[in-house]
């Protein structure tokens, strides 16, 4: 078992930036692969970028490559999501999941970005 919450949604105009946080509690953090992931109203919840278990590797979706920087400290089971330059199509609830099989098999609750323009 895995518990993952989320922080650090909010209201941002365009070209803004955020930092969401997800902390980590349950198993070895530092053993698995986490990611994020995003669910914009009325749409799919898609992949927005991971992070390897030692962060030797991460991956961004195209649309959020040189805008969106995915890190982590495992020293405080904690991942985190810069977001800079947002745009209003950013706007989604913000997911962080675990892979400790072949899956995400553990999610957070989420948290609200709401950019206006």
């Known amino acids: 078992q895995v518990d993952l919450v989320e922080s650090g949604g909010g209201l941002v105009q365009a070209g803004g930036s955020l930092r969401l946080s997800c902390a980590a509690s349950g198993r070895t953090f530092s053993s698995y692969t986490m990611g994020w992931f995003r669910q914009a109203p009325g749409k799919e919840r898609v992949f927005v970028a991971s992070?390897?278990?030692?962060?030797?590797?991460?991956y961004n979706t195209d649309s959020v490559k040189g805008r969106f920087t995915i890190s982590r400290d495992n020293a405080k089971n904690t991942v985190y999501l810069q977001m800079n330059s947002l745009k209003p199509e950013d706007t989604a609830v913000y997911f962080c999941?675990?892979?400790?099989?072949?899956?995400?098999?553990?999610w957070g609750q989420g948290t609200q970005v709401t950019v206006s323009s």
């Open positions: 992070i390897t278990s030692n962060g030797g590797m991460t």
């Open positions: 999941a675990v892979q400790t099989s072949s899956l995400y098999d553990y």
